[in-house]
T-cell receptor, first 118, second 113 residues
Framework: EAGVTQFPSHSVIEKGQTVTLRCDPISGHDNLYWYRRVMGKEIKFLLHFVKESKQDESGMPNNRFLAERTGGTYSTLKVQPAELEDSGVYFC????????????????FGEGSRLTVL | GENVEQHPSTLSVQEGDSAVIKCTYSDSASNYFPWYKQELGKRPQLIIDIRSNVGEKKDQRIAVTLNKTAKHFSLHITETQPEDSAVYFCAAVRGGSSYKLIFGSGTRLLVRP
């Protein structure tokens, strides 16, 4: 079974440019999450999809961030225009069940997309 | 909202010694506490978890304890090995309808051979 895959692994852009990150979850996982880790800090929740619907986007920093999951399969996270403080590692994770539910609500993470904004 | 504090930020131990990482949480409704391990350049992976109806859980050299009254939980690694070197993240979540894992800031563990 393929794991969660993310692309690109590293992106270097200049302030003001646009970047789109992609996540392919594990097949059959309805729940897809985006998280971000800024250097040395916690892994912070951004948003949660159930299939193609945004269940919770309370962690999205501002309207420069747009996440989509058309068709309920892969997801994209676009940052436009990028700012210096957007630098960090963006993790995508998927799960079959909700985190904490009976049974395994384990999140399966991708390897992350490192974003560097110059 | 939930806040998770994790200590220490770095921990260096001699191979064979034990390592303890501690976390505290603020939301008394949190009932699920997973621990993730991230090796250098790799993805975070779940290593152990505990639910609020249990005080302790063990899996070989790894154990997690939970004190609901004090709202803290700890990861214990015994007989550490160099391959235990990684960043460890604790997390807390209200299970069921709530699904956001709130992570601690991570502990970088170095096991010296």
């Amino acid at each position: 079974e393929a794991g969660v895959t993310q692309f690109p692994s590293h992106s270097v852009i200049e302030k003001g440019q646009t970047v789109t990150l992609r996540c392919d979850p594990i097949s059959g996982h309805d729940n897809l999450y985006w998280y971000r880790r800024v250097m040395g800090k916690e892994i912070k929740f951004l948003l949660h999809f159930v299939k193609e619907s945004k269940q919770d986007e309370s962690g999205m920093p501002n309207n420069r961030f747009l996440a989509e999951r058309t068709g309920g399969t892969y997801s994209t996270l676009k940052v436009q225009p990028a700012e210096l403080e957007d630098s960090g590692v963006y993790f995508c994770a998927s799960s079959r069940r909700l985190a904490g539910e009976a049974g395994t609500g384990e999140l399966f993470f991708g390897e992350g997309s490192r974003l560097t904004v110059l | 909202g939930e806040n998770v504090e994790q200590h220490p930020s770095t921990l260096s131990v001699q191979e064979g010694d034990s390592a303890v990482i501690k976390c505290t949480y603020s939301d008394s409704a949190s009932n699920y506490f997973p621990w993730y391990k991230q090796e250098l350049g790799k993805r975070p992976q779940l290593i152990i978890d505990i639910r609020s109806n249990v005080g302790e859980k063990k899996d070989q050299r790894i154990a997690v304890t939970l004190n609901k009254t004090a709202k803290h939980f700890s990861l214990h690694i015994t007989e550490t090995q160099p391959e235990d070197s990684a960043v460890y993240f604790c997390a807390a979540v209200r299970g069921g309808s709530s699904y956001k894992l709130i992570f601690g800031s991570g502990t970088r563990l170095l096991v010296r051979p």
